[in-house]
């Protein structure tokens, strides 16, 4: 099964704060695992809002909003795309993600075609 691990977004994260070297070094050596065990599919960090645009769409009406989004709890900051086994290999593969501060993260399974075929 695919999963998606998306790594929330913090205050300092919104302000454009870079992670420090170490957790840098630490993150690398920790998707370094991830691909050898052949989990890691993608990974990526994301700008802060304040670089990007949302689009909400209303019957055929669309309206663009540039950033910075005011409710930066529900925010993405980086994300892995993983294939694991089960909920429970995510879950144990994140728990030795080297984290250096509060950090939310939450998993969520992939829908594939087949999921859509119902």
């Known amino acids: 099964?695919?999963?998606?691990?998306?790594?929330?977004?913090?205050?300092?994260?919104?302000?454009?704060?870079?992670?420090?070297?170490?957790?840098?070094?630490?993150?690398?050596?920790?998707?370094?695992?991830?691909?050898?065990?052949?989990?890691?599919?993608?990974?990526?960090?994301?700008?802060?809002?304040s670089k990007g645009k949302r689009v909400r769409f209303s019957g055929q009406q669309?309206?663009?909003?540039?950033g910075?989004?005011?409710?930066?709890?529900?925010?993405?900051?980086g994300y892995w795309l993983w294939q694991v086994k089960s909920m429970e290999e995510a879950v144990e593969w994140l728990k030795r993600a080297p984290f250096d501060q509060e950090t939310e993260v939450e998993i969520r399974p992939v829908r594939e075609a087949a999921d859509f075929a119902r």
Request: proline share 5%; hydrophobic share 40%.
């Open 1 to 49: 099964m695919r999963v998606m691990v998306m790594v929330k977004a913090g205050k300092d994260y919104e302000a454009g704060a870079m992670p420090s070297q170490k957790l840098l070094a630490e993150m690398g050596k920790f998707n370094q695992e991830l691909i050898k065990a052949g989990v890691l599919l993608a990974a990526d960090g994301l700008h802060p809002s």
């Open 62 to 66: 669309r309206t663009v909003t540039d």
């Open 68 to 77: 910075p989004s005011t409710e930066t709890k529900e925010l993405i900051g």
